[in-house]
């Protein structure tokens, strides 16, 4: 071992130092101790999207359960009645496959986007986004700007300050309650759960309205963008779905290094300066509060707001804009055109995705489309396997779960086939209301020894006289030995 070698290792004492020692201990926190993030306003291209989502958002989520189809709510999801109506659209469990298309779809979905354009739906559109930028923007009113905020919690309690925050307080409170008690009129009708709330009824329906509303005003009110940054498993895999051609905000470093303050009017180049003149206001816009000039980083949720911040300082120092922008790492590396990296936007993994986007979109719509309008369900009654009746004939029971899909009262008439000889010897023919289902007791009989001993296959024909549809579902025919 050389020399530096041994100049370079640390040696570390076997015995501990005693109490009395010269030297002090330090102690290391595994955890980062938390920041309260003051994001500063901003005005800009990427911000306006911000609120238009914002807006559109929850327009769609508040006004949505109000709306009426007919006698009914336009979308209500009635686990009760384990009914869902989306529109014209009646759903039954049986329906799932079409929540688990929906589900795919969305992923896929997201998988598009982020592979285009990184983190579109974290930046512009996700309830815990939408939500903390309510939330902020009631905050930014009660309180004042930034800088203002910032003097008030520094500041002593007195009136004022009590007054605003409790203000704000209260104004969280009412938008969080709202939200909670919209998204339980999802579940139960709005209106009738607007009665059971002011007559303090519905013990469950407040509950949920309650923990909904706590968990509004927790992750939008106090939480904000540790919710982001430690709790959603996006961040922690979006990496996988980036590459060199994806979209994402970047900092122009070789146009922008080495930064620092400086007068409009002076030659910055040749005081060998970039473009960044360090004023840090990227960093205070960030609702996530990281400096994108350190690279891209996973708590970076792609809103844009700094590439507002800097276009706005870019525009001041009459400098050009695009010191940070949304650029692909290949992008910036190669100085391409905008024209040039958007024609790197269908590469194999981007057209692979839209290819199989479109399928399951048209799968599934074809499929609503030539959804039968009524739903059958066969049971063998298995307290009554076979027995012989009046007429030496053979009797097998079922019991038939008819489930009138449409929102229309429909006839239905029931059939027997696959033995020669069967036939229904109960009430054949039924009446069913709007979206009702209901069980009907079905014998079926055969002439004695027309078909040996064993299990035998027939087919239960469910016809709806009002709009020529028929459902064929299986059964089997016991016949003792």
């Known amino acids: 071992m050389n020399h530096s070698d041994q100049s370079a290792r640390k040696v570390i004492p076997i015995n501990p130092a005693p109490a009395d020692s010269a030297e002090s201990e330090e102690l290391v926190s595994f955890y980062e101790a938390h920041k309260k993030i003051?994001?500063?306003?901003?005005?800009?291209?990427?911000?306006?999207?911000?609120?238009?989502?914002?807006?559109?958002?929850?327009?769609?989520?508040?006004?949505?359960?109000?709306?009426?189809?007919?006698?009914r709510q336009l979308v209500l999801f009635d686990?009760?009645?384990?009914?869902?109506?989306?529109?014209?659209?009646?759903?039954?469990?049986?329906?799932?496959?079409?929540?688990?298309?929906?589900?795919?779809?969305?992923?896929?979905?997201?998988?598009?986007?982020?592979?285009?354009?990184g983190r579109l739906w974290c930046g512009f559109a996700c309830p815990q986004t939408v939500y903390t930028e309510i939330f902020m923007w009631i905050e930014h009113k009660v309180e004042g700007d930034r800088t203002a905020r910032l003097r008030l919690d520094a500041a002593p309690w007195n009136f004022e300050k009590i007054r605003k925050k409790f203000l704000k307080q209260f104004l969280w409170i009412g938008v969080a309650l709202w939200t909670g008690f919209t998204f339980v009129g999802y579940f139960v009708p709005i209106?009738?759960?607007?009665?059971?709330?002011?007559?303090?009824?519905?013990?469950w329906q407040i509950f949920w309205v309650l923990f909904y509303s706590f968990a509004t005003y927790g992750n939008a009110g106090f939480?904000?963008?540790?919710?982001?940054?430690?709790m959603c498993p996006y961040a922690r895999f979006q990496s996988a779905m980036?590459?060199?051609?994806?979209?994402?905000?970047?900092?122009?470093?070789?146009?922008?290094?080495?930064?620092?303050?400086?007068?409009?009017?002076?030659?910055?180049?040749a005081k060998g300066l970039g473009d960044c003149i360090d004023c840090t206001l990227c960093v205070q816009v960030c609702p996530t509060g990281i400096d994108i000039r350190n690279g891209l980083q996973y708590e970076c949720i792609g809103c844009g707001l700094c590439v507002d911040a800097c276009d706005s300082v870019m525009e001041k120092m009459h400098y050009p804009k695009g010191l940070i922008r949304y650029v692909t790492q290949n992008g910036l590396r190669n100085h391409w055109t905008r024209a040039q990296m958007l024609r790197r936007v269908f590469r194999p993994r981007i057209i692979i995705y839209t290819i199989l986007l479109v399928l399951l979109c048209v799968a599934m719509l074809t499929s609503l489309m030539m959804r039968s309008p009524?739903?059958?369900d066969v049971v063998r009654d298995r307290a009554t396997l076979s027995r012989i009746v009046a007429g030496g004939k053979l009797e097998n029971v079922y019991r038939l779960q008819i489930m009138n899909a449409t929102e229309r009262a429909h006839h239905y008439r029931i059939s027997v086939e696959g033995i020669d000889g069967i036939e229904i010897a109960s009430e054949n023919e039924v009446d069913l209301g709007p979206a009702e289902a209901r069980w009907v007791v079905v014998r079926a009989q055969i002439p004695y020894a027309a078909v040996e001993p064993g299990s035998h296959p027939i087919r239960f024909i469910i016809e709806s006289l009002d709009e020529k549809a028929k459902v064929v579902e299986k059964s089997v025919f016991l016949v003792p030995r």
């Open 38 to 71: 003051y994001p500063r306003s901003i005005s800009g291209v990427f911000s306006r999207w911000r609120m238009a989502m914002v807006i559109i958002t929850q327009l769609v989520f508040y006004g949505l359960p109000w709306l009426q189809w007919g006698e």
């Open 79 to 117: 686990l009760g009645a384990r009914r869902f109506y989306i529109f014209g659209l009646v759903l039954y469990p049986q329906d799932f496959i079409y929540l688990t298309g929906l589900l795919i779809i969305s992923a896929l979905s997201l998988f598009l986007f982020t592979a285009v354009a």
């Open 191 to 203: 209106r009738q759960l607007g009665g059971e709330l002011l007559a303090f009824q519905g013990g």
């Open 223 to 230: 939480m904000r963008e540790q919710v982001c940054k430690y």
């Open 242 to 269: 980036f590459d060199k051609d994806t979209l994402i905000v970047s900092y122009d470093a070789e146009r922008g290094e080495p930064r620092g303050p400086r007068n409009k009017n002076i030659d910055h180049k």
């Open 374 to 376: 009524m739903k059958v």
